[in-house]
């Protein structure tokens, strides 16, 4: 089974910025991509950013300048750099984690934290 722990957020004001981090353990599984989806009040989950264990990343388009996701393979964890946030981020952000192992691929999901940026 794999475990999915997520640290960070909180409360900020506008144009500040916050980290979040995952961290990913599972034993004989491979994790071939890390991100982050997040879902505001009455919103469905979306995608926010991701990095594949090449370290190809891609952004949504409203976080691109603002956001950026890095990942340290050999821990097997995954950061979210924000920056000069807007109240329109506030949302419960997810990590997400793409699993490998037996050439199956599997997803999880981290437990949520939230991220509220006050005007």
């Known amino acids: 089974q794999v475990q999915v722990v997520e640290s960070g957020g909180g409360l900020v004001q506008a144009g500040g910025s916050l980290t979040l981090s995952c961290a990913a353990s599972g034993s004989s599984f491979s994790f071939v991509a890390m991100g982050w989806y997040r879902q505001g009040p009455g919103t469905q989950r979306e995608f926010v950013a991701i990095?594949?264990?090449?370290?190809?990343?891609n952004y949504e388009d409203s976080v691109k300048g603002r956001f950026t996701i890095s990942r340290d393979n050999a821990k097997n964890t995954v950061h979210l750099q924000m920056d000069s946030l807007k109240p329109e981020d506030t949302a419960v952000y997810y990590c997400?984690?793409?699993?490998?192992?037996?050439?199956?691929?599997?997803?999880?999901w981290g437990q949520g934290t939230q991220v509220t940026v006050s005007s």
């Open positions: 990095v594949r264990t090449g370290g190809n990343t």
């Open positions: 997400y984690v793409e699993a490998l192992r037996s050439g199956n691929t599997y997803q999880y």
